[in-house]
């Protein structure tokens, strides 16, 4: 059974910084594609950045300010961001293929 579980959210003002982990079980990060996505209150989920074995990917609204990686030894898939803005706010998910995880809060304050 496939288990993704996020942590590292939380409450940061803006222009501040937060790195969101991903650990999971039942599968390896290494053989998968791994994604973030984010839904804001009232909003649709959408897609916020992927690693593949062929590199990354992220939302336009997001380039230079986070950053996904993965740590295959921890079988942990990362997000920092930076320079975090109020529209930032939003539960954010962790997803692999067919598998998604119970996401983590961030909430940016202006």
């Known amino acids: 059974q496939v288990q993704l579980v996020e942590s590292g959210g939380g409450l940061v003002q803006a222009g501040g910084s937060l790195r969101l982990s991903c650990t999971a079980s039942g599968t390896m990060f290494s053989r998968n594609v791994v994604g973030w996505y984010r839904q804001a209150p009232g909003k649709q989920r959408e897609w916020v950045a992927t690693l593949t074995s062929g590199g990354t990917n992220y939302v336009d609204s997001v380039k230079g300010r986070f950053t996904i990686s993965r740590d295959n030894a921890k079988n942990t898939v990362y997000l920092e961001m930076n320079s975090l803005k109020s529209e930032d706010t939003a539960v954010y998910y962790c997803?692999?293929?067919?598998?998604w995880g119970q996401g983590t809060q961030v909430t940016v304050s202006s």
């Open positions: 997803w692999i293929p067919g598998n």
